[in-house]
């Protein structure tokens, strides 16, 4: 267990997260990329402060935070997938390109 | 022991990551979601986190759960029976992301960090608690202000109708 094999890890959970995130089609299947993104991020904190800096506890807040942006991730991905379904019968990101550049 | 544990729930994390954008069915995919959080969960726990371990086990448990509804109501290809390409862009969301792990790898592996400082102290938790109750309370101020405009954004944006509108308009 080192700090580089944490690391390495935090990186290929983002990784797999971006994959997802860019490659779905379901707006709810894209969530689940985001959700997989700052799990790495949970981990890269908690081997940040346990490795770095374990006297002083910005990595466990850091921690809390990113479980904190998980669950209100979900909870306003959901009410805008609702949303958009109920106003135009949409689910897929293909349905809601609008602001494309 | 810490070893073979860490590497064992490192594999799975990683596994179950990938199994989420492989399986069929978007509710295997949920749990596939909740395997690679609860390895995360038993990591922290082997760095000694043991508050945020159990916290992270005990809250994707219950998010997956409520996710698992939402799949099943949002689910494209329902029960196998309309067998569908679920991606889009797949070469390049492929390329883009092995371009980025290999980019992270890179920079962990070559970045000389920094020797540690300080050590654990008895009680993690107890320094958590206290950090966020003194020098970090803006943290914790701004996590529950975000909560309660994601309370309140949540349920306008799903509701179907206004504060003052009538169930069935006459």
Not at chain 1, 66 to 73: G, P, S
Not at chain 2, 84 to 113: C, D, E, K, Y
Not at chain 2, 115 to 124: E, L, N, Q, S
Request: proline content about 4%; charged content about 10%.
């Amino acid at each position: 267990m080192t700090l580089d094999a944490f690391l390495l890890l935090a990186a290929a959970l983002f990784s797999v997260g971006l994959y997802g995130a860019l490659s779905q089609q379901s707006i709810v299947m894209l969530m689940m990329g985001l959700e997989l993104m700052v799990n790495g991020i949970v981990v890269a904190g908690g081997a940040f402060w346990y490795y770095i800096a374990p006297g002083a506890a910005d990595g466990q807040v850091l921690v809390l935070v990113a479980v904190t942006v998980m669950a209100l991730e979900m909870a306003m991905g959901f009410a805008v997938v609702t949303a958009l379904f109920r106003a135009r019968d949409a689910d897929l990101t293909d349905d809601a390109e609008d602001l494309r550049g | 022991m810490q070893v073979a544990a860490f590497w064992a729930l490192a594999v799975t994390a990683v596994a179950s990551g990938v199994a989420v954008f492989r399986v069929d069915s978007m509710a295997r995919a949920t749990f596939a979601l909740l395997a690679s959080f609860l390895c995360v969960g038993g990591l922290l726990l082997l760095l000694d986190l043991h508050y945020l371990g159990a916290l992270v086990v005990l809250m994707m448990i219950m998010e997956m759960l409520v996710m698992a509804v939402f799949m099943v109501m949002y689910m494209m290809n329902p029960a196998g029976l309309m067998p569908m390409t679920m991606i889009h862009n797949g070469r390049w969301a492929l390329g883009i992301s092995v371009a980025v792990f290999a980019a992270l790898a890179a920079g962990i592996v070559l970045t000389p960090w920094p020797p540690r400082r300080g050590a654990p102290p008895d009680d993690p938790t107890y320094a958590l608690g206290e950090a966020i109750m003194g020098p970090k309370m803006l943290v914790m101020m701004g996590i529950g202000l975000a909560i309660l405009a994601t309370m309140i954004g949540s349920v306008v944006l799903s509701t179907d109708r206004g504060r003052y509108d009538r169930e069935d308009p006459r």
